[in-house]
């Protein structure tokens, strides 16, 4: 039987884009894709332009939550599918490829718990492409890897656990540490995934996001190993910054 893919899509009126979150899933050429709606109880038409889509979609639920993460969690226990991903209702998917070669990816390799790409970050008047190829261990906790950017094992969830409710902005983030420090198999895909809404909730408070961001790195190291260890790091890019820079001059 073909993998089947389940993206999870976590929506409050969202009438202004997720057309074109919809469209993007619906366009992919891997067909065996369980698509969840998460509504948060939209009164903007977000419901209506959903409904045209009842053709392809596995599931919509539609009733207040406890906020992103909660509705976030109540799509991780409607998922059937062997790999999981959250797709935003802001975001789209690169191309119609997308999930074909993701699913080929984890074929290859079935001891791949986590699989990360590359994401598209979109401004309000440019773009800029990120890759992740560089995100290990030993830099996770000095670094940021877009959601957008990651597929997990749906065993994976019940191994360490949903989303961290008690973050309002960095329970993704938190999530993600747990994964990498569990010691579960991660694996780089050198591949475009998503263009990802740069100016999203995340920029609305940018100190509460700092602040939580610190606090689920400070769970898995002491106060001064992570201030020694993101002085070294910083250094460390400094120092292969101005070494590129220097060898390009030589060429």
Not at 83 to 96: A, E, G, Q, R
Not at 152 to 174: H, M, N, P, S
Not at 177 to 201: H, K, M
Not at 224 to 246: D, N, T
């Amino acid at each position: 039987m073909a993998m089947s893919v389940c993206i999870i899509t976590v929506c409050l009126n969202s009438a202004k884009t997720i057309r074109k979150t919809l469209d993007s899933v619906k366009s992919q050429t891997w067909k065996n894709i369980d698509h969840i709606i998460i509504d948060g109880g939209s009164t903007d038409g977000t419901l209506g332009i959903i409904k045209d889509y009842e053709d392809s979609l596995g599931c919509l639920v539609s009733e207040p939550d406890n906020g992103l993460y909660d509705a976030m969690n109540k799509g991780i226990s409607r998922a059937t599918g062997e790999v999981v991903y959250f797709l935003n209702s802001d975001d789209i998917l690169c191309t119609p490829e997308v999930i074909s070669d993701v699913v080929h990816a984890f074929q290859f390799d079935p001891k791949t718990d986590l699989l990360y790409g590359n994401v598209i970050y979109k401004y309000q008047n440019r773009q800029e492409r990120r890759s992740f190829k560089h995100i290990s261990k030993k830099n996770i906790l000095f670094e940021n890897l877009c959601h957008q950017a990651v597929f997990a094992r749906r065993r994976l969830f019940e191994k360490v656990g949903g989303f961290d409710t008690d973050y309002k902005i960095a329970a993704d983030y938190d999530w993600i540490l747990r994964v990498f420090f569990s010691g579960l198999v991660v694996r780089y895909l050198d591949r475009d995934i998503a263009y990802f809404n740069a100016e999203g909730r995340h920029r609305d408070d940018i100190g509460l996001s700092e602040k939580e961001r610190l606090a689920t790195k400070l769970r898995h190291i002491g106060w001064l190993a992570y201030k020694y260890g993101e002085v070294i790091y910083r250094m460390g890019r400094k120092y292969r910054r101005l070494a590129s820079r220097h060898n390009k001059r030589e060429r």
